[in-house]
Structures are given as C-alpha cells and as structure tokens.
C-alpha cells in the first residue's frame, strides 16, 4: 500500500503551501473555487451542505502551511514529543474552533455575506464528532488544543469511530438510542493516508525457534489481521502558528486476507471477511466508566495501540533509528487503562522484532509510559479474562506473564514472606477468574502515575493502589484537570469574552491566570450590571436554541440551575430528582405558597450507557417529573424542569454559559476529578457541590463563601459504609424525605401506577450504593442558602465574577504545563 514518496526541491516545496490571502477578497475567491472545484457546484446551485463543506475546506487552507511545517519538523529536528494515548476524543464541532485558532472569523463573516451566505446557517450544518462517552474523551480534547497552544509537539492517537456516541432520543420519557452517523454527509477536517497504513494482527499461537545467532528466541504466528487507514486531523493551536496533529485509525480489511477467501470461490464469504475486518473501528462503546470486558473492545484497544507505536517508531522516526535513544524522541500518555496493552507490543516490538534484549527493552519501555488513572470505582478498572486476552494476543499474554513474575520476584524480595501482598499485587489476578489488571500493568510499566485532582490522588495512593504507593512513592503524582478556555469561555460565551477582554485585554486566552485582574471589578455596581446583563443575554440564546431545538418554551427570568453529566449513580441525578420533588410537594401540600418560592428552571442533560438499566429508570424519572411539574398551572412561573435529547459538546458551548447554579453532586470520593464543574464557574455559575474531585479545589480557590458546599465528607462515607448504612433509616427520619419518595412510589409521576418507578424508589430505600438519602437533608439546606444568597442579585453577581476572576487555574493549558513539569519533561518548539 505505500506509494513512493517524490522529493521536491525546497523552493517548490514551500511554492506549494502558500495559505490564500487572509483578506475578505482573498478568502472569497478560495471559497469559490473551493465551491465549484472541490464541491462541484455553482454558487447559485450549491445547498446548505455544499456550502459548509467548500467553508470548511477553504479554511483548513489556512493552517496547512503550518500544518505541513509542524510534520516536517518532526522528522526533521531530534525534538521530543508526547503521543497522547486516549481511546476517546469527544472533539465537539470543528469549523468554529478552527475559524477562532486562524482569526478567520471576521474575514469568514464578511466574505459569505458578499455571496448571499450566513456563517451562523453554516456551522449549524456540521455533525460534532463525538467519538467519546465524556469527561475523558472531553479531556483528551482540551489537552490536544492546550498542546497545541502552548507549541508542545504532540501527536494524539485514537480511533476513528465510525458511529461515535449514539444519538439520544426519548419517546414516552424513556431513552432510544439511535446510530450517530457523523460521517453521512462527508467529513471535511480529516485526511485519510492509505499509504501510512499499518498492518494489526491478532489470535494464532507462539512458537520458539533457534535464531541466527544461536539463540532462543520466540515468534507469534497470527491467525487474522487487519489494516489500520490513519486519518489525520489538524489540532491548530490558538494564533500561534502550530498545527499538530490528530491522527484516528480506521479499520479495513487486508488485501491477502481477500484474497485467500475469494480464490476459496466463495465470494460471499470474502466480503463478509471484510465487513468482520472493518466492524473493529466501527463504533465506540457507549459505557462510561464501567467497562463491558468485550473482546471487540479489546480487539479495539489493541488495533489502535498497535497502529500507534508502529507509526511512531517505524513512520515518524527512521526506520533504522537507534531505539534504545527512543525515550529522547517520545513519550507515551496511557488515557486511563484502555491503552495499556501498548506496553506488552512495545516490548514485543523491541524484543521480537528488533531483537533487543528483555532486559533493555524493558528499561525502554518503563521510559516511553506513563499512565493517568481517571476513577476510583472498583467496577470501572479494566481487568481482561486470561483465557480472552491469551486466545486474542497470546504473544502479548507471554510478554504480560513474564513482566508479572519478573515483578513479583521483587516484590517477594522486598517483604518476605509476605504472600498476601504479592497476590493483592499481581498484575494477573486469580479471582473471581483469572485476570489481566490492566491498572497494575499501567502502574509497573510506568515512570509515573497521576490521579486527576488533590483529593483523587490522595485516595488513588491510599485506597485504589496502596500497595504500589509504598514500594514506589516517588511514582505518584497529581496533575488537576483543566479545560481550555478556547473553546469553553471563548468561543462559547462570546459576551462574557467580550467584557473580560474590554476589562483586562485579551491576554486571558493564553493565560487564563490574568482574570485574577478582574476581581476588584467584582466590587465594581457598574461592572455587575453588566455581568448580570451578559448572563440574561446568554439565557435568552438558551432560551431560543431550545425552542429551535427542541420545542421547548422557557421562561427567561428564573435562576437557571443545571446538571449535565453522564446518567450515573455515583454522580446522583436522583439526589437533584428528589430535591425538585420535594419542592413540588411542599407547593402541592400547600406547606408552602408557590409565591414563597425562589422561582428557578431546573435542565438536566445526560446520557445513560444502553444497557445501565437503573440509570435508565432515573432518565424516565426525571422525564416523568419534568411532565407534572410543567403541566402543572400553580407552577408556572415558579419550577420548570427541562430536559433536552442528547446532551453533547455543542449543546454544552451554549448551556453552560447560561448558567446560575451548577450542580456537582456526587457522593464524596467516587468522582474523580470532573471538568464541567470548571466550566460552569469559569463562565460565572455559582456550584452547589459535595467535598469531591476538583470540587475541593474550586472551592478552596473561588472561596468558600462563593460556593454551596453540603454532604458527608469522603471519610464520613468511609465511616458510615464501614458501620453499614441503612437507608431506609434515613427515610423513616426525615418527614419531607419520606414524603418525596412515597410520592413517586405512590404513581404521582407515572399517572397513578405504583409499578413504574418501584424499582428506582426500591433501589434508593434499599440499597442506595452512593448515599443520596444520607446526604438529602444537608442538600436541601444548601439548596435553602442558594435561595437566600440568589434573592440579593448584587451579592450573587459579586460572586459569580469572583468565581471567574478565581479560576484561571483550571485552564487546561495549566494542566499540561503540570505533566511537562512533573512528567513528560518535554520542550515547546520555537
Ligand atoms: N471518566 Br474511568 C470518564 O469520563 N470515563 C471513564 O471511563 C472514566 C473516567 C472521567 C471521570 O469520571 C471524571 O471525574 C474526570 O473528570 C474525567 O474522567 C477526566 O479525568
């Protein structure tokens, strides 16, 4: 499949990159050939689609040059480089992000009103790639951009999901999911290269053999393969020149393997081998944090790991270069556990391919790995069966069982005797059925380990990896997340931007620690008005977006208090449920006159892995409240309860700006770091939230008098788990609790049927896993003083600026600063 390469004289080279003219003339003419050459239609012709497609080729027109000088200078220049390992990239819509990273904007806005066209019309036109589930994939996407910007050379590594996260729909309150065909209408920012294409392997056997030299050495003999098609995106960073790249593997299916079918004769049988090749990148697995142990997600896993490190190794570096200088030039980012078979095939690579010894190659590859651990819940550490893992790569099986007893041997040398240990450590686990821990694995392989905030951390090394922490304390590392403020305060809250900068300049996007200048404004009555006035202007762009998008009829003037996140137990969406229930009650039972009430809307916005059956009951839930409370006349004007489809990174960009309150729930200790949490208090949203993740940190930063902090502590849970929490205690304790749940359980939601939400309200009373009912009364409270702190609009607003004024540290930026300090010891490039 690879084409030679031809080799021009570098004066024509550059001839060839030249970016059009970055004038309204300049970008009309681009766009019109681009139009009717690229496109093949007239202007007068050309559809909605047509349009959108010719923009955002015009526009990559403007970052190529940089773009080609950026992988030029890779293989050029003896730089080092990260290669962000990440199975998810949740990358949210394009056009935009690229428009702001060129300053194309104001050129793009004047140049398609010359031709009849609007950019608003047109960026409505893009499908966002969401080839992620959240959090993670979202992380992936911000540290890329801060890359990027911060002229760090990075290549990010992922899949090319053919379906990316499903569309969510709901039809009678409950949730359908339905294909995300991203891909339907053409896909303008990517580049497919055939030519770099790399072979992947899998299943067959082991067998030894005597080498050249004399010695013992072993080779895997595959049973199938397939071909990894990179596909290479542009991650521009912002007004800086750089362009790095994005590089997503898509599966085919390999020519000989056709071939070997179609002259069995059985025509059928060869295509059907191709749709089984092709079915590895095919769509991403829509679970969060609570992995599925399928073999195609293993399959997954090792095709793009495995395409990765070829590419680097073999592609980007020479094919003849000295790899034991490999961790000069590399250094590879685990994005949780899904990569981590990465290291068992750079050891194969090392020692099988390039016939290194084990022991060199293992130093190596300790070099080239590090691993960020993003959860502490038990059920979301990956653990491979053996017999799965063996029969799919039983090279990679050896390789893992030899790294095990290598480690093993030190741990036993280290505490003698100290059987339990070594079992509590082994990366092969004997129960419930023998495992790979992929978490271990990470861990011994790596040359550092990060949770991703103080308090994740902390509990990763005490409770998630004890063991490891104390033989190798100097292993463990925080970096608190971030997210970038390109995308997230100033592309998605153009005003808020816009006052910032006429206050302080625009430094901030670069440098998110400048909005500390805008604090003495927050004692500023006229600055005030004007935040409130940007706030209101960004809920009426809410406001008319969901009557767009989803038929929705929203009051402008109620605080606005959301939870976006995925549909989880641990993040509590029922703890919210049953604070709106309790509300609803107290006016329904005439406790409390609706004019008593601090009016507010109330949008939940969250997807529920298809087959997480409990998080699927709460979605109809809060569907079901959602109905009664917005049918209901003694409460208009007072509680309206909005939950929009599909929840995604687009909807994000203008909800999130709208904001008053953000809620942040979950139960102390089980979220790790969270990011939407910034997100809302860098665009001036106040949080009501739990001592969790990074909550700890905004709260410690933005000051504790500007946000609502409630619930038991991480080791008040520990404490009460370890006493044996009893629900139903609580239950029988709280009179306005009681009431709430025997609401729902009593069909008050379901049209009188007891039977629809029995399950959910036994689930709480009963079992309730993450404490919602132990925490209920203290969130109320809270929820009380946000009333109370809201009805002063001028204090709340002093608030909400001290909040953005206060979290210039979440800038993502800041997070990659932390790993290039603390673990990549990596250099911008010039
Ligand atoms: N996270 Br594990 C996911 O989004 N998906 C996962 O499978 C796992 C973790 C999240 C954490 O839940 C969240 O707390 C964190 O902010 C985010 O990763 C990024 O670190």
Redesign the pocket.
């Known amino acids: 499949v690879k084409g030679p390469r031809s080799v021009p004289t570098h004066e024509r080279a550059l001839e060839a990159v030249r970016a059009p003219a970055a004038d309204v003339d300049g970008f009309v003419r681009e766009f019109l050939r681009e139009l009717n050459f690229g496109q093949g239609v007239s202007l007068a012709r050309a559809t909605v689609n047509d349009q959108y497609l010719a923009l955002a080729r015009t526009v990559r027109h403007y970052l190529m040059a940089r773009w080609l000088e950026a992988i030029a200078h890779q293989r050029r220049e003896p730089v080092k480089a990260v290669g962000y390992l990440s199975a998810?990239y949740l990358l949210g819509r394009q056009l935009d992000n690229a428009l702001l990273a060129a300053d194309l904007e104001g050129v793009v806005t004047d140049g398609l009103a010359q031709c009849g066209l609007s950019l608003d019309t047109l960026r409505e036109q893009e499908e966002e790639p969401g080839l992620?589930?959240?959090?993670?994939?979202?992380?992936a996407a911000c540290f890329i951009d801060s890359l990027a910007t911060l002229s760090v050379p990075c290549i990010g590594y992922g899949i090319r999901y053919e379906y990316g996260i499903f569309r969510q729909t709901f039809v009678d309150g409950r949730q359908v999911e339905q294909p995300d065909t991203w891909l339907a209408l053409g896909s303008p920012w990517e580049f497919p290269h055939p030519e770099s294409s790399q072979p992947v392997n899998f299943a067959g056997h082991t067998e030894t053999f005597v080498d050249d030299d004399g010695s013992e050495r072993t080779r895997w003999v595959p049973e199938w393969g397939v071909i990894g098609v990179p596909y290479n995106y542009m991650v521009p960073g912002y007004r800086n020149g750089r362009v790095n790249t994005l590089r997503l593997w898509s599966a085919q299916a390999t020519k000989a393997f056709d071939l070997s079918i179609f002259n069995g004769g059985d025509y059928v049988d060869a295509v059907r081998a191709q749709t089984f090749a092709e079915n590895i990148s095919k769509v991403l697995y829509p679970?969060?944090?609570?992995?599925q142990g399928k073999e195609l997600r293993l399959q997954q896993q090792y095709f793009f790991v495995a395409c990765s490190l070829a590419d680097f190794m073999f592609e980007v570096l020479d094919k003849d270069f000295d790899l034991t200088r490999l961790p000069e030039r590399i250094v590879f980012q685990l994005n949780?556990?899904h990569p981590v078979i990465a290291v068992p095939e750079m050891m194969r690579l090392l020692v099988d391919v390039k016939k290194l010894p084990w022991d060199q190659a293992w130093e190596i590859t300790r070099q080239c790995f590090n691993y960020?651990?993003?959860?502490l819940?038990p059920e979301?550490?990956e653990v491979w069966p053996v017999d799965l893992l063996r029969r799919l790569l039983p090279r990679h099986y050896e390789i893992i069982d030899r790294i095990n007893a290598e480690f093993l041997a030190d741990v036993r040398a280290r505490f003698p005797g100290d059987e339990m240990m070594v079992r509590r450590m082994s990366i092969i686990s004997d129960y419930p059925e023998r495992g790979v821990r992929m978490a271990h694995l990470a861990t011994v392989a790596s040359g550092r380990v990060n949770g991703?905030?103080e308090l994740?951390s902390q509990l990763l090394r005490d409770k998630v990896l004890p063991d490891f922490s104390r033989i190798w304390p100097e292993k463990f590392t925080n970096v608190t997340?971030g997210v970038t403020p390109r995308r997230f305060l100033r592309h998605a809250n153009p005003s808020l931007s816009g006052l910032i900068t006429e206050a302080i300049g625009d430094g901030w996007v670069t440098d998110l620690d400048k909005l500390q200048e805008l604090e003495p404004l927050a004692g500023d009555a006229s600055f005030r008005a004007r935040f409130r006035e940007v706030k209101r202007a960004n809920k009426s762009r809410l406001v008319n977006l969901l009557r767009e998008r989803d038929g929705y009829e929203l009051p402008v003037e109620p605080m606005l208090d959301v939870m976006v996140k995925?549909l989880h137990e641990y993040k509590r969406q029922s703890l919210k449920l049953l604070h709106i229930v309790t509300l609803y009650d107290r006016i329904a039972s005439g406790r409390v006159a609706a004019s008593q009430i601090q009016p507010r809307t109330f949008v939940f916005g969250a997807k529920a892995a298809p087959g997480y059956w409990m998080a699927k009951e709460t979605i109809h839930l809060i569907n079901a409240v959602a109905s009664t409370v917005n049918s209901d006349p003694a409460l208009e004007g007072v509680l309206h309860v909005a939950f929009p489809a599909n929840y995604n990174v687009t909807l994000a960009e203008t909800l999130i700006p709208a904001a008053d309150l953000s809620e942040q729930i979950s139960l102390a200790g089980k979220?790790?770091?969270?990011?939407g949490n910034m997100k809302f208090a860098l665009n001036g949203a106040l949080t009501i939230g739990t001592d969790d993740?990074?909550n700890v940190e905004i709260r410690r930063l933005v000051g504790e008098d500007n946000f609502f902090l409630f619930g038991l502590l991480e080791p008040e849970v520990a404490d009460l788990s370890a006493q044996g929490y009893v629900p139903s205690s609580f239950y029988e304790s709280d009179d306005e609790l009681k009431r709430a749940l025997d609401l729902i359980a009593a069909g008050a939601f379901s049209g009188g049927n007891p039977d629809t939400f029995a399950p959910v309200v036994s689930n709480l009373l009963h079992e309730d896993r993450f404490m919602a009912l132990a925490d209920y009364r203290a969130y109320l409270d809270a929820q009380a003083r946000v009333d109370a702190a809201y009805a002063d609009q001028d204090a709340w607003s002093r608030s909400a600026i001290l909040n953005v004024a206060r979290c210039g540290f979440f800038s993502s930026d800041r997070s990659m600063r932390d790993y290039i300090d603390r673990i990549w010891h990596t250099d911008p490039v010039s």
């Open positions: 998810e992620g589930n959240g959090g993670l994939g979202r992380l679970e969060d944090s609570t992995p949780d556990t960020t651990c993003h959860t819940l979301a550490l991703v905030a994740h997340n995925r979220e790790a770091s969270g990011t993740g990074a």
